[in-house]
């Protein structure tokens, strides 16, 4: 009497016993009458899309993100159909919204069992939707609905529809758009407005389209209904997913059924835990009262008159029922609901330090209330990975990292899993004595040397020295020494050493031995005199040495010796004398060996080079007699202040930088001299200039012609100036009185080029104008050649 039609809830995988509809609102239809066996999808009408679709494995719905079969309050359907698509009629023609929507319908024709109509019969199926918004007014707007029917009218109470609302304001009305969303109602009516965008309108191959945020989706909802009224009779549930009515928005559902029929049934947990917050539920009534009751000491927290509440359970079980009524319907169900005890997660005994590698760690957990799920490790305190170890205890092995180790404890299913206390297992790493350098020191006789042995690349402490003489008995030695270095000291034969090195619980190792190693054989020695010196730059430094004890010596190649190169020592004493020549500070060294011991003897004479003195005199000048002539030379080393100028002819000193010259009309018709500045250790440099003397008045001159060939003879053109002591300008001009060149500068000339353009070969127009050292103003002006 209480037995579900058979596949009403599509668990055959297939539209068995289902009848299907699709086509176009106020248009043609294509019908699909029962049984359908083995048909599982139908084409939207005349379009290749899916129109209507069994789903038999849940994917996420690409704008709900809701999954594509539901599990509600812990009943799973399995089964569930999709009606509908994205598809509308603007993929049927390119232009207009004609012929209208599509739709599509599915139906099945209950035959209700004869009985007494006191017993409920009830049908509850779960739905979901999305749908795009149209902006039309309500009853254009895309939609779902369910339909409940027997042959001669409509059971209105079970038979609901869903669309989104506006304020049907669409100017012009009808099947107008602009017509605005009631989105505080959509809200309301547990719609949500989807984050993913629609190109809505999108014409012929998606092109043309406007790209809205317009979709909105409303999650899985549970309605049931009662047909205990028409036991011995034929009712027709029908399931439909309409676009709006002129066809361009579109809309697609999901349904799923119960395959129970027998009344109510709450949903929900019959072991809950204590103190723990939960949700019972009904499939919803349309327009229906709810009334529940729960156990002593438990409080409804929310949802008292609605299909679903959500309490804080107490400490004891006991019966919680819930009562739904409309005009259709009135429905009771209880459920007996045990309680436990919450999880209590303990502590996991103990924390401990193994050694890397081999180590065998015995966990167990305390404390706890429930069972062990499994166990969890982490190296890094964070990344926790899972053992699938149900026990409450485990073995740890081989450990090579530091490691946390917890459980998930649960008390039954209806408590929250918890997470016991971590224990910390120190991983030591393995002792390791690394090595010593130098691994081998060479001591001949009379060396008084006190090696210095370093311990490198070590894991774990240093507990100790030790010391062998024949490799293989080992002595600590004492006082103890903990450092990674160790002074040896003075060695008269050969010594090995070696360190005790320990890395937390882990046993010791030892290092690797390094050796010293003793000859009888003097080891070579000299004496150098002297060690540093100074000299000038360009001069030489005399290298003095005696080897006392060797049979070899040589010098090193670096700087210019003579004599340099090797040479074998015939007899000690033996005394050696070098020239080195050095350009720039240097060290020279000397190299003794004594055959037989294979340590050398290395003696190093510093030598420091001065930087080159160097003396600017001045530019060559040239004057008339009885004019006064200052010169002004300069030098880079401050310490080079003694001066010397050669020769001393009508020089006002000879032993300063910036002496003066007046000369007469005995004097040569030129003087060149030398300026000389030296430093308290001799170190010196020189420049020269030279004086033109004119026994004339102050004058300018400038030559007939100039030959810019670059040989380094006559390439520039410039003034010759004599008597002058400022150059005004000097100015030439090509033959159609262009300046192609002017200076102020009384050392600079012309080189033949117009911007970087060599010049061919003609005649030019100079002119110039100076002052002399009278103060009166000289102008000259002339022409010259250019010779290429």
Known sequence: MQTCPTNINFGTGDLSFWSARTGLMGGQNQSYPAPNAGLTNIPEYSIGTTGIQVITAATSDPYGFFPTIPTINGYAYNYSIKLGSTSTSRDLQQGGRSPGGFTRAVSYTIDVPAGPATVPYTMTYAYAMVLENGTHNSSEQPMFRATLSTQDSIITCASPGYYLPTFDNAPGGGTSTGATLDSAAALANGFTNSPVPFLSFSGNNNQGGTLLYDVWTKGWTEVTFDLSAYRGRQVTLTFEADNCTPGAHFAYAYVALRNVCAGLEISGKTVACTNTTIEYSVPALAGATYAWTVPAGWTINSGAHSNIINVTVGPGGGFITSHEVNGCADLRDTIHVNTTPPTEAGRIMSDTTVCAGINNCPLSIADERGTILKWLSATDGAGWQEIPVAANRYTAQNLTASTRFAALVQNGNACTIDTAHAAFITVDPKSDGGSISPDLTNVCLGENLNPKLSLNNNTGAVLNWQLSYDNSSWSNVTPVNTNTSLQAGAVTRTSYFRSIVKSGVCPGDTSDVATIRFYNVPAPAARIDPDSTEICHGKSALLNATITTGTNYAWSSNVPLSPGGSGVVPAAPFPLTATATPQVTSDVVLTVTNTGCPNPSQDT??????????????????????????????????????????????????????????????????????????????????????????????????????????????????????????????????RWGQLVYSTSQAYKGWDGTISGLKQSSQTFVYMVQAVDYTGKVIVKRGSFVLIR
Not at 631 to 644: G, L, P
């Open 605 to 734: 004479f510093h030598i420091y080079v001065t930087d080159p003195i160097i003396v600017e005199a001045g530019n060559d000048t040239a004057v008339v007699f009885s004019q006064p002539l200052q010169f002004n030379a300069t030098v880079n080393d401050r310490n080079a202040n003694n001066w010397e100028w050669t020769p001393s002819s009508y020089l006002s000193n000879t032993t300063i930088a910036d002496p003066l010259a007046v000369y007469d009309l005995n004097a040569p018709a030129a003087i060149t001299y030398i300026a000389t500045a030296r430093t308290m250790a001799g170190c010196s440099g020189s420049d020269t200039l030279t004086v033109k003397i004119f026994k004339t008045g102050a004058d300018i001159f400038v030559p007939s012609g100039f030959t810019p060939n670059g040989d380094g003879r006559n390439d520039v053109i410039r003034p010759i100036m004599a008597g002058v002591k400022q150059l005004n300008f000097f100015r030439i001009y090509n």
